[in-house]
């Protein structure tokens, strides 16, 4: 199984990006898939997440909510983070994730609640 994220790169504050993370090997059509991130000198922190399907099983960390958005798209197998209004604070290697099953709702911020990874991609907001 591999998670392949994009779409990363140096943009300006106040810019938009949108990333993607393509899975193969296994479909994630019924599970979790979410987004993590690592700042420079900080630990892997939770983005986003999609814990289940169906509607309003969409959650975000406080600090993204209002302006990034996740979404799936089950028949390419994948998954997509549209970000707006990007901040300085936002700079970070971010990471898919996903899980073959649902999460519970109180484990979508734990790294370990999420059984495959992608690679990362850098993005870098300036001011």
């Known amino acids: 199984v591999q998670l392949q994220a994009s779409g990363g790169g140096m943009v300006q504050a106040g810019d938009s990006l949108r990333l993607s993370c393509a899975a193969s090997?296994?479909?994630?059509?019924?599970?979790?898939v979410g987004w993590f991130r690592q700042a420079p000198g900080k630990e892997r922190e939770f983005v986003a997440t999609?814990?289940?399907?169906?509607?309003?099983?969409?959650y975000y960390d406080d600090s993204v909510k209002g302006r990034f958005t996740i979404s799936r798209d089950n028949a390419k197998n994948s998954w997509y983070l549209q970000m707006n209004n990007l901040k300085p604070e936002d700079t970070a290697v971010y990471y898919c994730?996903?899980?073959?099953?649902?999460?519970?709702?109180?484990?979508?911020?734990?790294?370990?609640?999420?059984?495959?990874w992608g690679q990362g991609t850098l993005v870098t907001v300036s001011s």
């Open positions: 994730a996903a899980n073959g099953n649902s999460i519970i709702l109180s484990a979508i911020r734990t790294m370990r609640s999420y059984n495959y």
């Open positions: 090997g296994r479909t994630f059509s019924s599970g979790a």
């Open positions: 999609i814990r289940r399907p169906g509607s309003g099983n969409t």
